[in-house]
């Protein structure tokens, strides 16, 4: 499939405001011909062509790409590309001149293996907290463990758990059962055959993004997310209620910090060990003693951080992914609005427990000083419904942190539908 040097047709992977965001970003370059999204919801069907696949059925895609002669893919979501999708298409004769934004298999691990990332961090030498992981076998020596440290006890599922993986106790009975529900009664099903206990952090939590070519790599803005449901933090953790960019304490100085201690060493370490990596890297940090530890990393973009680094950014993001192509991200420059974006989470009732939906969506028209990105919406004869938990996050920019926050409150208040919550003191503890 040649690829045309003016116009290219992009496939987005996902159904998330993530992929809304993707989406309407490459939409303003020049560079793009036409835009397809899998399956989409019902904000991106106004920006390109939503197509339905389930992300995972690799053949499904294949056939989609080859049909409306698709010259790049970016995957929104970690599950196709731990499961290998990158890989697939680098092995197919018809898609491997696709240009694919995500890594390997390999990479992918990083994010699908927290005990493979514990293990890159501690041979780089990468500011992590200590840890420990555990199989069936070592349940005895796991609970040893835990009466070796102090609390609260983090516990940690080894593979992919959509968000829900990570346990934090201060008791250390309801740690010991948890041990068993993953080592013994597979509580994440094989997600959980491993499990990590590792320190407690208590410091404040934020994220830098890079995107790689296998040899250059570009730092894109900094955001900060807030993941527990209630106000204050409190309460049950979800895929995140709304974010912040850039991160008002994250001075020179301690951006230093962070690209000496994490950034280099990590591009080191993937270089050292041959892993070639290619497309976006979420590195979820802990600024714990003035000192930034690794927490997690992602192997995509973050939902809802997409959301409040993609708006910042003024430079051509389809033409900066194009540069991975021919690994030259060195040649590209990239441009980025110093003022803040804030991000509101519209949120089914109920969420992240049971939900209702198909709940009607009103007043998004009327909507004129933020940016409406969708991720739990469906258009039904011309109306819009709620088709998920996280429905709408809701996007401001500003020159003051505190009026882009007023901005996105305002409007997520003005946005109706049965049962709606947000959380209205986003960026509360800045
Ligand atoms: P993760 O899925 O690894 O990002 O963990 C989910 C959340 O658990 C993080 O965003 C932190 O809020 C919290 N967390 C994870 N590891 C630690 C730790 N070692 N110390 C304190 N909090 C942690
Ligand atoms: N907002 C956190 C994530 O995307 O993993």
């Known amino acids: 499939m040649e690829i045309s040097p003016y116009k290219i047709n992009v496939l987005v992977l996902g159904s998330g405001a993530r992929e809304h965001a993707i989406g309407w970003k490459i939409k303003q370059s020049d560079k793009l011909n036409k835009l397809y999204f899998v399956p989409g919801n019902g904000g991106t069907k106004d920006l390109g062509t939503n197509i339905n696949s389930e992300i995972n059925d690799f053949e499904s895609i294949k056939k989609i790409c080859l049909k409306f002669k698709i010259n790049m893919l970016i995957v929104g979501p970690e599950g196709p590309l731990v499961n290998g999708i990158c890989d697939f298409f680098k092995n197919d004769l018809r898609l491997k001149n696709i240009i694919f934004i995500g890594p390997n298999k390999l990479c992918s691990k990083l994010e699908g293996s927290k005990d493979f990332a ?167 940090l802990m600024k714990f003693n003035e000192e930034p530890y690794v927490i997690e990393y992602n192997v995509r973009l973050g939902d809802p951080e997409t959301q409040v680094i993609l708006p910042r950014i003024n430079s051509d993001f389809l033409d900066l992914l194009i540069h991975i192509k021919d690994k030259n991200l060195n040649n590209y420059q990239i441009k980025i609005d110093d003022r803040f974006a804030s991000t509101i989470f519209l949120v089914s009732g109920g969420y992240p427990k049971k939900y209702e939906i198909n709940k009607l969506i009103e007043n998004t028209n009327k909507i004129s000083d933020s940016i409406l990105f969708h991720g739990g919406t469906k258009s039904k004869n011309g109306s819009l419904y709620t088709s998920g938990g996280r429905v709408i996050s809701v996007t401001s920019i500003n020159k003051t942190m505190n009026d882009a926050i007023k901005i996105s409150t305002k409007n997520s208040e003005k946005i109706k539908f049965e049962k709606k919550y947000y959380r209205g003191d986003i960026g509360f503890d800045l």
Request: aromatic share 10%.
């Open 118 to 284: 514990k293990k890159f961090l501690i041979k780089n030498n990468i500011p992590t907290a200590k840890y420990k992981s555990f199989n069936k076998s070592e349940i005895k020596e796991a609970k040893l463990f835990l009466d070796s440290i102090s609390p609260p006890y983090v516990i940690k599922a080894d593979g992919l758990a959509g968000g829900k993986g990570v346990l934090i106790f201060d008791d250390i009975t309801k740690a010991k059962f948890e041990i068993n529900e993953m080592l013994l009664n597979k509580k994440f099903g094989d997600s959980s055959k491993k499990v990590i206990i590792e320190e407690f952090l208590d410091g404040i939590e934020l994220s830098v993004f890079l995107i790689l070519d296998g040899e250059n790599y570009i730092i894109l803005p900094s955001a900060k997310d807030y993941k527990k449901i209630g106000e204050g933090d409190s309460g049950l953790n979800t895929g995140g209620m709304g974010a912040i960019s850039p991160v008002p304490f994250l001075k020179k100085s301690f951006f230093k910090k962070i690209k000496n201690k994490i950034i280099l060493p990590t591009i080191a370490g993937l270089k050292r060990e041959k892993i070639n990596y290619s497309g976006f890297l979420f590195i979820g």
